[in-house]
Each structure stands twice: as structure tokens, then as C-alpha cells.
């Protein structure tokens, strides 16, 4: 009887939990008292970062645009939005939380997986980094005549890319929390060197097809790659260089290498953790 | 997580033999620690602490406090030995154990700024699993015990250091835990809210029994007034434990007198020194009046020694027995605070 309760209570704790910290995520960063703060914001790097890109390409161009690339880096752009938002926000809420709330310990010897908090507070930035990419695409079409129709882009693609794509986010942003949590200091950096290292080797702006050979093989093993070219496929209609012509071979990649690569992510977030636990790092403050 | 685990008779706390070294290998640390420096900062600790018990953990800054308080509560791995909470081993039942527990810990600054009090409790409420009109409920209560009960809808940001502690306090009973942990609970807040803290602490142990705490502090006066058993741990090991009037009998290998005597009385310092079980005596001129410190055996000498004053001529005014303090118990078994220099004061800051 007692033990039944003790059950429930934990399958209970663990949703309330997940719910909690989205909440709290909402409350400690969405809660603007003024939206257009709060739309800068949200808006303010994504669209920018679209926008230089676009200069840069008509600078080099000559002002001869060719709206088929101006497509492929607008939606490229528009789609990183995620990667920026999401996966980032992995490590800075260990670093937060440690840092300036002192309160990682405290989240910590709760009875629910750490991860799973860490999965809660990452959540909420997936609405916004929507909210970023739909803008960010509509700038491109308006302005720019980028070769986005309404009527013909393929939403079911277009969603089960996203969520797959989460998942990846999810597995790459729970390794750098990891990382956060072993490396003190050094981790902000690392997972801006890494996130920006992907951006270059994922086709996120120009296709993999230019890179040197190896890095043309570790693109094809990331699973954002696929995520990129399949949004590009199911919002512009055509496929980008370098990448299988069938959308449902890229489909099936992007699913066995996300399988894989948060697997590998997950396992290497709990040796960080093991660590992390081993050396006495989860409560101390960068300064120490 | 088993039943088999989980004894109704087994203690709160139990830690055999817990050693924890500290290391800071080079090449991986990014902190601002001395590469391959080693810390023993728990050196064979062995305690159990039941069900039911305030026990206190008593020792200077460096000690080896948090070292131990972090281990039960599965933030840091011991280097070896065994360590239980409620009978779980605290390397492979860590869900279990902290459904069973809360810290509480002292000298920081922690809380989500941005969110109010009761927003803050409510969340954590949430980590545990407990409904939220229950966890509202429970809340308010708690709040108004501690003083808080104004400060509600307030801001975490905005209270004092005094506050932010009550309310952590508060966040740590949201999900009455079994088992609380307080590591220095009242360090830096003013006599007020030290007080409030204490005294709540008290009330909620009484409350229901089989509820255990472990306090640890280095201010002696707060474990004399509410610890029934103390350990006093030293550079990471256990140097006595007990209850603590039997720690401070313990400390006098001999009954402690002290007589005011009127007047001088010829040669009774020699007479005493010579009477029967008594092992010193001292006597020194105070404004008029004649103090004298003996020692004795054993305290049923006492009557012996008055006669031997009386009969050497003295006129005892007053007798009164010295009991000692835990601070004086603390102080004989762990030196002065010149011995510390070397213990970790690296850490905290
Ligand atoms: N993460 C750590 N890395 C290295 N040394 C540490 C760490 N934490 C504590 N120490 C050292 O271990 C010893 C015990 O510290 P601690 O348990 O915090 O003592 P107390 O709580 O009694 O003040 C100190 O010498 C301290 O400097
Ligand atoms: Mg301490």
C-alpha cells in the first residue's frame, strides 16, 4: 500500500518535473515585461544573422542575385535559429544555475534525472526559435523573393524533420551540459566553438560538397545536416548538393544518425556527470 | 529501492570508515587549483546517527563538514567506505535516498531571483511530486512559521540574507523530507533570523516523531542548545562523539569546584592539597574575597575538603560546581584556531 503510493508519487514527480522546469524556464527568461523587449530578443540574432549572410552573397554577386541560393541561405539561416537557441541553451542553464542562482545543487539531489530537467529547460526555446525561423523565412519571401510557396511546401516532411531534428538538439545540448559540468569555466566557449564548428561542416550555409573530404565525412555522420537539407526539401521544393537525391533516403539517415549521435550524447552527459559527482564539481562556483 | 532495503530499524544515517580525497589532476581543471595537489578531507569517518536524533556535527571551517553532508546527499561520491541514508547505500540508491531527503545549506546567496517566494517553493514542491494544492497549502504554513508569511509574493531578489535563508529552509520542508541536512544553517545571518531558524528547527522535529536532522555548525552554543548527540571532526576525522553532557563530563578527568571564602585562612591551601582525593587547589586574593579552584577525585570528596577548610580557620561564602561548556569540550580536543592555517581555507571564497 505505502509502497504503491511511494510509486505513484515518482511517476507523478518525474512529469511535474519536466513541467516545472519548462516553467521555470519560461519565468526566468520569457517573462519580459515589455514584448517588443521581447521580440527583439527572440528576433533580434536570427534575422540579423540571415541578413548579413544575404549582403555578403549580393556584395559577392554583383547584385545579380540568383534566388535559388538566396533561398538555400535564408532557410539554412532561418533553420539554425535552433541550433543557436535550443542546443545552447543546455550548458548555460548549468552555468546559470550554478553561478548565478546557486541553486544547481539543490535541483540536483532532487529525485528526478538531472536530464530531465535540463530537457525541460531547454523546451521552451523550441517555440521560440520557431517563432524566429517563421519570421525570418517570411522576411525572405517578402523581401528577398526567396522561391517559398505557401501551397507547395511540404508540411508533413517539414515536421517530422523538426522533430527528429529536436531530438538531435536535444542529444547534442545534454552532451554540453555535461561538459558544463566537468569544465567549469571553459565550457561556455567549448560549446560555442563546437556549435559554431557545426555550422560551417552541417551545409547550414553553403553545401557540404565544397568542404575537404574529411570534413565532407564527419558532415554526412551529423545528424543536423540532414535536418537542414530535409527543411531546405520540404519548404523550397529541391534538393542541395552532395546529399541523396530521395528525400526518403534522407529521411531514414537523418533517423539512424540521430539514433546513434544522442546515444553516444546521452551515454557521454552521464560519464560528465560520474565525473563531475567523482571530483566534487557539482556545487562550485566557477571562481573556486 | 527494494523492500529489503529499506528496514524500519535502520538508522538515519550511518557512514563506516568514509575516506574523501580531493584531487585536482592538471591538464583538466580549468578552476584556479595547483595541479596534483591532494586534500584528504574526510580521513576514516564512522557515524550513525538514528532515526529521530538532532545531531550535530561540530567543527572548524575546513573540517570536513560539507565534505560528508555532500556525500549523503549523493553530490559527491566517497573516495571509499560505506555511507547509508535510512539503510540505502548512497552509491547505488541515489532516486530513493533523495526522495527521503533536503539540505539546506548556509553562507550563500541562492535562489531563482525572478521568481517569488511561493513560486520558487511550489516549483521544488513539483520536483517532489507533490500536488500543487497540497504543496499551496503547505506553503502557507510553512511561511508564516518562519516569519515569511508577508514576503509570499515577493520576489526572491528582493529579500534579505536572513529571509532568503527561511525560505530556503522552507523550500527544503516543502517536500517533508525524512532526513534533513543543515550545513551551517545560520552562518552570517543576524541573532533574529539565526534565532527563527533554530527554533523552527526545533518545532519541526518535535512535530512528528522519527524525523532526523544533521546540523553542522562551528558555533558551539547553537549545538549545546539543540543537539541531543554531537560529533566534533577535525582535519577529516572524528575526534569524539557522544551526547553532550556525557562529552562534557567526559572532558573532566576530575570534579571542578569553586569556593569564595571570606577571609584569609592560615596554610588551608596546604591542608586541601593534603586532604584525602583532592589533586590541585589554587587560591588567589579577588577584591577582599578569597577564590579557590580544586580539583577532586571524585566529586564525593567535596565534603571531606570543606572540613579541611573549615578546620584550618576558612569561612566558605559560596560553592559552586564547573561544569564545562561544549565550546571548552571543542576547544581542548581540536587546539586553538592558530593550528588551522593549513585546513582549507582555499575553499569558499
Ligand atoms: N571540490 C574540492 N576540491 C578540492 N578541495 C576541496 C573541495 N571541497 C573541499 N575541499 C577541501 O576539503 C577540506 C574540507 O572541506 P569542507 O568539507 O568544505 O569543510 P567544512 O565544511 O568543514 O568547512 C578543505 O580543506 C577544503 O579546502
Ligand atoms: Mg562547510
Same mark, same amino acid.
Given at each position: ?136 523565412? %517570411? ?79 564527419? %558532415? ?24 541523396? %537525391? ?43 | ?12 544515517? @550511518?557512514?563506516?570508515?568514509?575516506? !574523501? ?11 584556479? $587549483? ?75 546567496? #541562492? ?18 511530486? /507533490?500536488?500543487? @494544492? ?21 520576489? /526572491? ?8 535563508? !527561511? ?7 516543502? #517536500? ?31 512535530? $512528528? ?7 553542522? *555548525? ?60 583532592? /589533586? ?22 567535596? *565534603?571531606?575538603?570543606? @572540613?579541611?577548610?573549615? #578546620? ?23 587546539? *586553538? ?13
Amino acid at each position: 500500500m505505502a509502497i504503491t503510493e511511494q510509486k505513484n508519487r515518482n511517476s507523478y514527480g518525474l512529469l511535474n518535473s519536466l513541467r516545472a522546469a519548462v516553467w521555470l524556464e519560461w519565468q526566468t527568461r520569457g517573462n519580459w515585461t515589455n514584448p517588443w523587449l521581447f521580440t527583439l530578443y527572440i528576433l533580434g540574432k536570427p534575422i540579423s544573422a540571415a541578413l548579413v549572410l544575404v549582403f555578403m552573397y549580393q556584395i559577392v554577386s554583383g547584385g545579380r542575385s540568383n534566388p535559388t541560393i538566396l533561398g538555400y541561405l535564408i532557410v539554412g539561416s532561418a533553420t539554425w535559429a535552433f541550433v543557436d537557441t535550443v542546443m545552447g541553451e543546455f550548458p548555460r542553464t548549468v552555468l546559470s544555475d550554478r553561478e548565478e542562482y546557486a541553486m544547481l545543487k539543490y535541483v540536483y539531489i532532487a529525485p528526478h534525472r538531472f536530464i530531465t530537467f535540463l530537457i525541460g529547460r531547454a523546451t521552451p526555446r523550441i517555440l521560440m526559435a520557431a517563432v524566429a525561423f517563421t519570421v525570418t523565412l %517570411s522576411i525572405g519571401v517578402v523581401f528577398l523573393k526567396i522561391p517559398i510557396h505557401i501551397v507547395s511546401v511540404n508540411y508533413l516532411l517539414l515536421l517530422v524533420t523538426m522533430l527528429i531534428g529536436f531530438v538531435s538538439l536535444i542529444g547534442f545540448g545534454v552532451a554540453f551540459a555535461g561538459l558544463a559540468l566537468v569544465l567549469k569555466r571553459g565550457a561556455w566557449d567549448m560549446s560555442t566553438a563546437i556549435s559554431g564548428a557545426l555550422y560551417l561542416v552541417t551545409g547550414a550555409i553553403f553545401p557540404i560538397t565544397i568542404l575537404p573530404g574529411f570534413l565532407r565525412d564527419i %558532415s554526412l555522420v551529423i545528424p543536423l545536416t540532414y535536418w537542414i537539407e530535409l527543411t531546405r526539401r520540404s519548404v523550397l521544393g529541391y534538393s542541395s548538393p552532395g546529399m541523396p %537525391s530521395s528525400w526518403a533516403v534522407t529521411l531514414l539517415i537523418q533517423i539512424i544518425t540521430t539514433i546513434l549521435v544522442t546515444t553516444i550524447a546521452v551515454i557521454a552527459y552521464y560519464i560528465c556527470e560520474h565525473f563531475a559527482k567523482e571530483r566534487g564539481q557539482l556545487d562550485r562556483a566557477t571562481g573556486n | 529501492m527494494t523492500a529489503a532495503h529499506m528496514h524500519a530499524d535502520s538508522p538515519a544515517i @550511518q557512514t563506516i570508515d568514509v575516506r !574523501r580525497v580531493y584531487k585536482s589532476r592538471s591538464g583538466f581543471t580549468f578552476g584556479g $587549483q595547483k595541479a596534483g595537489k591532494s586534500v584528504t578531507a574526510l580521513d576514516g569517518v564512522s557515524l550513525t546517527i538514528q532515526k529521530g536524533e538532532l545531531f550535530g556535527l561540530l567543527g572548524r571551517n575546513g573540517a570536513g563538514k560539507t565534505t560528508l553532508i555532500k556525500i549523503l546527499t549523493t553530490l559527491l561520491a566517497p573516495t571509499s567506505g560505506e555511507a547509508y541514508v535510512d539503510g540505502l547505500d548512497v552509491n547505488k540508491y541515489v532516486i530513493p535516498i533523495r526522495k527521503k531527503i533536503a539540505m539546506v545549506s548556509g553562507g550563500e546567496q #541562492s535562489g531563482y531571483g525572478i521568481l517569488t517566494v511561493r513560486e520558487q517553493l511550489w516549483m521544488f514542491a513539483q520536483f517532489y511530486g /507533490v500536488p500543487s @494544492q497540497a504543496a499551496h497549502k503547505k506553503i502557507d504554513q510553512l511561511l508564516e512559521a518562519v516569519g515569511l508569511g508577508d514576503q509570499a509574493n515577493q520576489k /526572491v531578489y528582493a529579500l534579505s540574507t536572513g529571509m532568503r535563508q !527561511r525560505m530556503n529552509l522552507c523550500r527544503a520542508l516543502v #517536500s517533508d523530507p525524512e532526513i534533513l541536512f543543515l550545513d551551517e544553517p545560520t552562518v552570517g545571518l543576524d541573532v533574529e533570523a539565526s534565532r527563527i531558524v533554530r527554533n523552527y528547527v526545533r518545532s519541526w522535529m518535535q512535530e $512528528q516523531r522519527g524525523r532526523t536532522v544533521l546540523l553542522t *555548525t562551528h558555533y558551539m552554543f547553537e549545538a549545546d542548545e539543540l543537539c541531543d548527540r554531537v560529533a566534533i571532526i577535525n582535519h577529516g576525522q572524528i575526534v569524539a562523539q557522544g551526547e553532550t553532557d556525557d562529552l562534557k563530563k567526559g572532558l573532566q578527568e576530575h570534579a571542578r569546584f569553586q569556593f569564595e571564602l571570606a577571609e584569609w585562612a592560615p596554610a588551608f591551601e596546604e591542608e586541601l592539597k593534603q586532604s584525602r582525593g583532592v /589533586v590541585s587547589a589554587q587560591s588567589m586574593h579577588q577584591k577582599g574575597k578569597v577564590s579557590v579552584q580544586i580539583a577532586l577525585e571524585n566529586e564525593e570528596y567535596i *565534603t571531606s575538603a570543606m @572540613q579541611t577548610i573549615s #578546620s584550618a580557620g576558612g569561612h566558605v561564602l559560596t560553592l559552586r560546581r564547573i561544569e564545562p561548556t561544549l565550546e571548552e569540550v571543542f576547544m581542548r580536543l581540536v587546539g *586553538t584556531a592558530d593550528d588551522e592555517k593549513s585546513a582549507g581555507e582555499d575553499e569558499e571564497k
